[in-house]
């Protein structure tokens, strides 16, 4: 019942964030912004990860597994529900805010499920268990692109930014009624999912096995966390693979109308190809990896992803999307690999150590940024050379990885 209920949860913060994605296209054009500005959702997102992971592993320590999820699951139900006082108010700051609590409370849940599924077996299966339970998060991203792709971008007005300034007040404040109301509808829909699935956590049995109160210092535990290379490189590896995978999923819907001449419709249709694929391809990748290395699977998608970046740069066309869809495939494995990786032999300090590894999801806050900027400036297929450049960092860590496995020095004493 445990693992059901946190299957739901990867799923949950899967829909969350890629409805969020195609929120920088809408805004972007609701609001009569530069990509830079509009990048500022994927800012106060992430950067939301960033500051609630510490907190969120403090509960860990101090209570259970259990309560953070608790915890993180109300705060992301609230988060979710301000988007419709948002909505009245048609004001972007006050969409950032309700976003920016959607997705600490969101922080609390992924720091707490991670190690919570990497709990309930084994150690040695802990990285293929992970990615069972991973698995589930793109039927939820799936299901965010598809609520995005009926519910908020077929509703958005045909008007551009030259239409919209030609308007009188009264016409443009009902044009962007009519928008921010679409974006509103599926995050109170979200709010309330997440208020059962609040419910049915708490009448569930307590995580006996992992509830213990920690009984070593905070500043301890980040000692001995901080002396271990591999630690410390899958954090900064999983920083760059949350950029890439953001970058490519946010600017999916600019880099197709560009491309194909098409309009966000269609770019929404095409980032819900690129999900699919993503889903099919955890299920494969968590397959192979009863077969294969995760560390030597990581290093070929990557490499891989680096290819397909490449094309899409050179090649602003078809073939350009093509590639774009294809590099979802690759991503699919990433972020659990990474992360059973660099919390492997930890021990009790992998209540900390998790919080590092969502921390680093600050990339997802800072990449998106730079990339929008290089789109301002020079164009936008030139510019998915930043999640190129992410990649190649993730393919240096997982030949350090290979290179280093057998190590002593590389696992927790």
Not at 227 to 233: D, E, N, Q, S, V
Not at 363 to 374: D, E, K, R, W
Request: aromatic share 12%; proline share 3%; with cysteine.
């Amino acid at each position: 019942m445990q693992f059901i209920l946190l299957a739901l949860c990867f799923a949950a913060w899967g829909t969350a964030a890629n409805m969020t994605d195609p929120l920088v296209s809408v805004f972007s054009k609701t609001f009569s912004m530069s990509a830079l500005q509009s990048a500022l959702v994927q800012f106060s997102y992430y950067g939301a990860y960033f500051c609630l992971a510490i907190p969120a592993a403090l509960i860990n320590k101090v209570f259970s597994f259990k309560t953070g999820m608790l915890i993180g699951l109300g705060m992301a139900c609230i988060g979710a529900f301000l988007f419709y006082p948002a909505s009245q108010a048609m004001t972007y700051g006050y969409f950032l805010a309700a976003l920016f609590i959607l997705a600490g409370g969101l922080s609390i849940l992924e720091t707490s499920a991670n190690p919570f599924v990497m709990n309930l077996g084994s150690e040695a299966t802990a990285t293929r268990r992970l990615n069972l339970a991973q698995a589930f998060n793109p039927l939820g991203t799936n299901l965010g692109v598809f609520l995005a792709a009926t519910l908020i971008l077929p509703n958005l007005s045909s008007a551009d930014a030259a239409a919209r300034a030609t308007m009188d007040q009264v016409q443009l404040n009902q044009v962007v009624s009519n928008e921010l109301n679409a974006v509103m509808t599926p995050y109170v829909g979200m709010a309330a999912f997440l208020a059962l699935l609040w419910i049915a956590f708490a009448l569930c049995r307590p995580d006996i096995s992992v509830a213990k109160n920690e009984r070593s210092r905070v500043a301890e535990s980040m000692t001995r966390l901080l002396r271990l290379p591999r630690y410390r490189f899958g954090v900064a590896a999983q920083f760059f693979n949350v950029g890439a995978q953001t970058c490519m999923w946010t600017f999916t819907i600019q880099y197709v109308m560009k491309a194909l001449s098409a309009n966000e419709v269609t770019g929404g249709h095409v980032l819900q190809y690129s999900m699919i694929l993503f889903l099919i391809s955890r299920f494969v990748m968590t397959w192979l990896m009863g077969r294969y290395s995760p560390q030597k699977l990581l290093a070929l998608m990557s490499f891989t992803a680096i290819a397909l970046c490449l094309v899409m740069v050179m090649s602003l066309n078809l073939t350009g999307v093509i590639a774009m869809v294809l590099v979802s495939g690759c991503l699919s494995l990433m972020f659990p690999t990474i992360y059973a990786l660099s919390l492997h032999g930890l021990g009790d300090d992998a209540k900390l150590g998790a919080a590092g590894l969502v921390m680093a999801i600050l990339g997802g806050a800072l990449f998106p940024v730079l990339q929008a900027y290089v789109m301002d400036n020079s164009g936008v297929g030139i510019s998915f050379i930043v999640p190129a450049g992410c990649f190649m960092f993730i393919t240096v860590y997982a030949f350090y990885i290979i290179k280093t496995q057998n190590k002593p020095s590389l696992t927790h004493s």
